[in-house]
């Protein structure tokens, strides 16, 4: 029997190469990757046309915004209306706004936590119950949830939570069998870095032991490896080419 896989903001970026990778890895014809995005349907389309074409049957497109509850529940509705039950869910939809602390306010503080923390930790809650027996979850944290960044207060601190839940979990799905992990990157090259000005960049370059920022492709290996390994469970993987290791 096929496995049934969600991933969440899966169009572009380390989403995308998360799908790309499961699909690689898939063995079985019956296997459904549902590929959440939130608001462009031309990278999602994108994303169809760059998958071969005997592998395309096993993508299916399902738009609904994880930044608010209404989107939580129209994605859970899918799967409820559809009775889909899922075996492994990636939950990789993050955003960030860079702003000095004394620029935050109440709003941007609730939509970096809403999303990053927020819909993961209620999306949960409802799909725990839409899960298979010995099913996997992984969250997708941060290294700036790891190491304290006066840069991004707002943003450290929700993958601080994100990485924090992947521990506080595991009883919970311990009943249906079901591992719960986390993955912590660094700097990785998607469109998040490009508005980089260059010599910030070489700053940041600088400080990775590997003197460059990891590809989508490299974090997409080692958290689909984590999802599928039957005996990763509780763990947060750090993923930043030994950055600050001198
Ligand atoms: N890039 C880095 O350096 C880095 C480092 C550490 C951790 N991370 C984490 O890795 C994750 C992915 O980051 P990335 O750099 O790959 O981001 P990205 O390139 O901006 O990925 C965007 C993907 O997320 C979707 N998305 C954005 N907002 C959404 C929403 N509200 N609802 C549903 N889908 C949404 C986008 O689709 P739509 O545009 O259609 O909504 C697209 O599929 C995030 O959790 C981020 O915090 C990134």
Do not use: C
């Amino acid at each position: 029997m096929g496995k049934t896989y969600l991933i969440t903001g899966g169009t572009d970026g380390i989403g995308k190469a998360i799908v790309k990778k499961i699909l690689a890895v898939s063995e079985d014809d019956n296997d459904v990757i549902y590929v959440n995005y939130g608001h462009n349907e031309e990278k999602a389309k994108a994303l169809i046309s760059e998958i071969d074409k005997e592998q395309r049957h096993k993508l299916q497109l399902v738009k609904a915004d994880m930044g608010s509850e209404e989107g939580l529940e129209s994605l859970f509705d899918h799967f409820q209306s559809n009775d889909i039950f899922l075996d492994h869910i990636v939950l990789n939809v993050g955003i960030s706004q860079y702003a000095k602390f004394d620029d935050y306010t109440f709003d941007m503080w609730n939509k970096i936590m809403q999303t990053n923390l927020t819909v993961p930790v209620f999306l949960l809650q409802k799909f725990k119950n839409r899960m298979n027996q010995n099913g996997s979850v992984l969250l997708m944290g941060s290294y700036a949830g790891r190491k304290e960044y006066s840069s991004s207060v707002v943003y450290s601190i929700s993958k601080a939570g994100v990485v924090f839940l992947a521990k506080v979990l595991v009883k919970e799905l311990e009943s249906k069998g079901i591992r719960i992990n986390a993955v912590a990157p660094g700097f990785i090259d998607t469109s998040w870095q490009a508005s980089r000005a260059p010599e910030v960049r070489e700053r940041i370059e600088k400080k990775i032991a590997l003197h460059r920022f990891g590809t989508p492709e490299e974090v997409a290996d080692i958290t689909v490896s984590v999802l599928l390994n039957t005996y990763m469970n509780g763990a947060i993987i750090d993923i930043h080419g030994g950055y600050e290791y001198f």
